[in-house]
């Protein structure tokens, strides 16, 4: 992922908070329960909560010639 890629800071992004079952709210460990979109100093990037899209398969690739060995 490049760096431009990278989401703009949020709980809904950060180690430190957990989403709550509403998925509108987070619970960080510092500040207590918080919006999603909320912002601190204490904020680290956690990559695996990003949702990126799959790649998409050219128009003309076939199944086999992905796992074939060469």
Do not use: Q
């Amino acid at each position: 992922m490049k760096k431009r890629d990278v989401p703009e800071r949020s709980c809904a992004y950060c180690e430190k908070a957990h989403i709550l079952i509403d998925n509108e709210s987070a619970l960080c460990r510092h500040k207590g329960p918080v919006s999603l979109d909320f912002r601190c100093r204490r904020f680290v990037f956690d990559p695996l909560k990003v949702n990126l899209e799959p790649r998409k398969l050219k128009k003309n690739t076939k199944i086999e010639t992905l796992w074939s060995e060469e």
